[in-house]
């Protein structure tokens, strides 16, 4: 089969980093993925099925790692060579389990019951399978999720495998674009849930791509009422994020004085370091840099909350 595949290159992975660096978006072009043909990956055991790639998203983790900026934090809980695409709505032609056939989006952690390890380990006892303590561990190759595994394939291919546990079918009335967002809207919703917010508090989203722009809805949906500040670079991000909910929409360049104001604090410090005295409630972080992480503490207000969500970069 055809597939795009990421190999373990560190002299091209070092080309994309500068190619990268030089010119955001260039690195995929001289880095370690490349289109290759493949074999079909095997079932690694009972409870598995293949399943046939119709669309998959491209997650800001991926366009990092292809690009030659993505953090090394992760290289451990890898395998290599991987089929990137864990955003994945897929065809599963044969019945398996209580999953019948059709369509289905892929939940791409790589658990303890995936990995067939029995008994599973705490987090994954109590369903916060992403945070699995056995993720390089049982019957398949190290692999936070799918799409980071070389045994289960990706979605940037037209074959790969998952097992019945992370399979979940597509409602019929919902298109392949919808079915696709699945996977990001999750991870929002469980962001916006976890930072906890209560009623009348500040809430600073730092990021308005897709994750941020998502985690922007998810607060209007379920928290209670309180204030969104969206944090947005481009344009079109701006605008989006004032559609999808946010009260106050800022330059990503500029964002301690407008929340310095909105809050009521005072600013310490000139330059380019400046504290606030007081600041957000909390501060939702959809970007996952180092860059990000320091704003993020700029601008949190003593005893505030700062929710990390998505991969580090």
Avoid at 182 to 192: D, F, Q, Y
């Amino acid at each position: 089969m055809r597939a795009l595949r990421f190999e373990r290159d560190i002299p091209r992975f070092a080309a994309a980093t500068i190619a990268g660096r030089l010119n955001a978006g260039s690195g995929a072009k001289v880095g370690p993925l490349r289109l290759r043909s493949v074999d079909e990956p095997a079932l690694p055991g009972p409870g598995w099925a293949e399943i046939r790639p119709r669309l998959a998203g491209i997650c800001g983790s991926d366009l990092a790692t292809i690009d030659g900026h993505s953090s090394r934090y992760f290289e451990p809980l890898v395998s290599f060579p991987f089929v990137p695409g864990h955003e994945v709505v897929a065809d599963l032609d044969q019945p398996i389990g209580d999953v019948p056939a059709g369509r289905v989006v892929v939940e791409p952690v790589l658990g303890c019951v995936t990995r067939s390890i029995d008994p599973v380990c705490g987090p994954c006892a109590r369903g916060d399978l992403g945070n699995c303590e056995r993720i390089t561990f049982g019957a398949i190759s190290p692999g936070l999720q799918s799409g980071f595994c070389c045994d289960t394939g990706g979605g940037w291919s037209t074959r790969m495998v998952a097992h019945a546990s992370q399979l979940h079918p597509v409602p019929t009335e919902w298109s392949d674009e919808a079915a696709v967002m699945v996977e990001p809207t999750a991870c929002a919703v469980h962001g916006a849930l976890s930072a906890g917010v209560k009623e009348g508090e500040v809430v600073v989203v730092l990021g308005s791509g897709a994750l941020g722009l998502l985690t922007i809805a998810a607060l209007r949906r379920y928290a209670p009422p309180c204030t969104i500040v969206a944090v947005a670079r481009h344009p079109h991000q701006q605008e989006l994020a004032r559609e999808l909910g946010a009260d106050h929409v800022i330059d990503s360049e500029h964002i301690a004085r407008p929340i310095r104001r909105l809050t009521g604090s005072l600013a310490i410090g000139d330059g380019d370091i400046v504290r606030l005295t007081g600041g957000a409630d909390h501060v939702i972080d959809c970007v996952g840099s180092q860059e990000s992480l320091t704003e993020a503490l700029a601008v949190i207000r003593p005893k505030g909350r700062i929710t990390m969500v998505g991969m580090p970069g």
